[in-house]
């Protein structure tokens, strides 16, 4: 699905207003619906409502949803922050219709700030996509003296003060919501970590933006959905035989670090690849063998360390390099061989990643090569260098996409997908329960699984990522955030193939 910017959003308004031939009122009045079916599905009646309304559009749907709560029996009280003067038209229009026993009550001074409950309900509707300067004076003073209250937060499209899709200027006020409800789709702001305080959890309601705007609108900025998923997995024709699946190569595992090559190979096996090999230090044999049973094993030479590749590598079609590895001078040896020799597609993960971030010479040699990098934020510094903000960091991502021809998967709460073409792909699986280690492990042997089965490199980013997500989201109601390791993710995939398997049938 795509993402579109504020100013798409506006265009997108214009063109369903004229294709419907409607209002722009009656569209104000589908924001509004749709924002109060989602508030009343989530708060009853029982705590008092404070409405604070901009003096445009999003101010306007304030109104509106006053309204529609107050017809619902909703205890609200409504403000005004701005000049009725400047109003928007459809601010006015709902100012009209306001019932006559609500009154807009004008906040023209600090004194007139009300004091906020701790159990009440807040909803930001001073500013929203129209946001075009830092927000400061006495709507800087609201926006802390709500943020100051102990109440719950629920922005109407975009936490007031923080911009839709560019750095907001950080002197500026921003509302810490803890629920944004947006129209249609989400904006790019939504995925940025850096927004995680303002933004909340987000939600999407729709409100039935012209389709063939949508379709031929143009954008570099996706995020994926189930409906995205349906398609890409393949199906199964009766008659396979593991030759069908691929057979990849894992070059992994270390002294002390074993559990990640296991990971990997457990995780690479769950997710469909036909054969597996996995080539680990001397002292990783017994382990593996005993470990993961489905996985053929090779031993380096070295005891501990990778510092050799397999003589037959030309028989493997995807080699995924990384888990527990280590960087020890024999493996960045072992690493620039397999660099300047192989052929296959190759996914690079954790040390993999930090051995090439230290050589320009072995960095360069990406160009020759179908790569998939999947950095944590730390190993993502280490390889492109310091971003000043989330903002910069995609664009960096994406040059660094470009000018390497690589993937990159750059894994966080939001995982976001770099391509060579200058695309991005934010997901929308997972939870926090996956912020423990070893799960980039498992990532890798997914998608090294998934690129042997002939999904390409932009396919198998977008699936596996998803799918590891998705594990997390299963395993969640049975072992929570908090106990959640690695290991469930391997055990909930079935599921998670399973369920995407379901909805794409
Ligand atoms: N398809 C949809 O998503 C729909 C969204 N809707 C809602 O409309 C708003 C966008 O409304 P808009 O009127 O364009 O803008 P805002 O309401 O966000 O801002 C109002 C005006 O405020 C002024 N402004 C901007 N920044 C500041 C600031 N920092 N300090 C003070 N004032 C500011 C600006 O006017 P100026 O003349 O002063 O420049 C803005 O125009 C969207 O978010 C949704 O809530 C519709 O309901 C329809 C469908
Ligand atoms: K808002």
């Not at 002292?283 to 031993?299: D, F, K, R």
């Not at 090569?369 to 000043?388: A, D, Q």
């Not at 690589?406 to 926090?432: D, H, M, W």
């Amino acid at each position: 699905m795509k993402i579109l910017s504020a100013d798409q959003t506006r265009a997108a308004d214009a063109f369903t207003i004229q294709e419907e031939n409607i209002a722009s009122f009656e569209l104000m009045e589908r924001a509004a619906s749709a924002f109060t079916a989602w508030f009343e599905n989530k708060f009853t009646p029982t705590q008092d409502v404070y409405i604070f309304c901009g003096p445009g559009n999003n101010g306007g749907d304030g109104l509106a949803i006053t309204r529609l709560l107050h017809q619902r029996c909703y205890t609200v009280q409504v403000y005004l922050a701005g000049d009725p003067a400047n109003a928007s038209e459809d601010f006015k229009y709902n100012h009209q219709k306001l019932p006559t026993e609500i009154a807009l009550r004008h906040v023209e001074h600090e004194s007139d700030f009300p004091a906020i409950p701790a159990a009440a309900l807040v909803i930001d509707a001073l500013f929203g996509t129209g946001l075009n300067r830092t927000v400061t004076g006495l709507y800087a003073s609201l926006i802390n003296h709500l943020n100051q209250s102990a109440a719950c937060i629920t922005a109407v499209d975009m936490p007031s003060g923080l911009y839709t899709d560019k750095q907001t200027p950080t002197e500026g006020a921003i509302i810490r919501a803890k629920y944004t409800v947006s129209f249609e789709l989400p904006k790019l702001a939504f995925f940025l970590p850096q927004h995680e305080a303002y933004v909340g959890q987000w939600h999407v309601v729709p409100i039935s933006l012209s389709p063939t705007f949508i379709s031929e609108a143009t954008t570099n900025l996706y995020f994926t959905t189930a409906a995205d998923i349906q398609h890409l997995l393949k199906s199964r024709p009766k008659f396979s035989h593991k030759g069908l699946y691929g057979h990849a190569l894992l070059l992994c595992g270390g002294f002390g670090k074993m559990g990640a090559a296991v990971l990997a190979a457990r995780a690479c096996m769950r997710a469909g690849v036909g054969l597996l090999t996995v080539h680990a230090p001397a002292i990783g044999y017994a382990i593996l063998q005993n470990s993961v049973p489905e996985a053929m094993a090779l031993s380096d030479k070295h005891k501990n360390h990778i510092a050799n590749l397999p003589s037959d590598i030309e028989k493997y079609n995807v080699i995924g390099v990384g888990p527990g590895m280590g960087t020890e001078r024999v493996t960045k040896t072992a690493i620039g061989q397999l660099l300047a020799t192989c052929k296959q597609p190759l996914v690079l993960d954790a040390d993999a990643i930090n051995i090439i971030a230290g050589s320009e010479k072995l960095k360069n040699q990406l160009r020759n090569h179908e790569v998939i990098l999947t950095p944590h934020p730390k190993e993502f510094e280490r390889l492109i260098g310091k971003s000043k903000n989330d903002y910069d960091r995609l664009q960096d991502m994406l040059e660094f996409c470009r000018e390497y021809s690589c993937y990159i998967v750059l894994k966080g709460s939001q995982t976001a997908i770099g391509t060579p073409e200058g695309n991005l792909y934010f997901n929308t699986t997972g939870n926090a329960g996956m912020a423990t280690g070893g799960t980039g492990d498992v990532l890798t042997g997914i998608i090294t699984a998934l690129v042997a089965q002939k999904y390409t490199l932009e396919e198998a980013c977008i699936l596996g990522v998803y799918l590891h997500g998705l594990a997390a989201d299963l395993a969640l109601p049975d072992v929570g955030k908090v106990s959640m390791i690695a290991s469930d993710l391997i055990d909930y995939l079935p599921k998670a193939f399973l369920q995407v398997a379901r909805t794409s049938a």
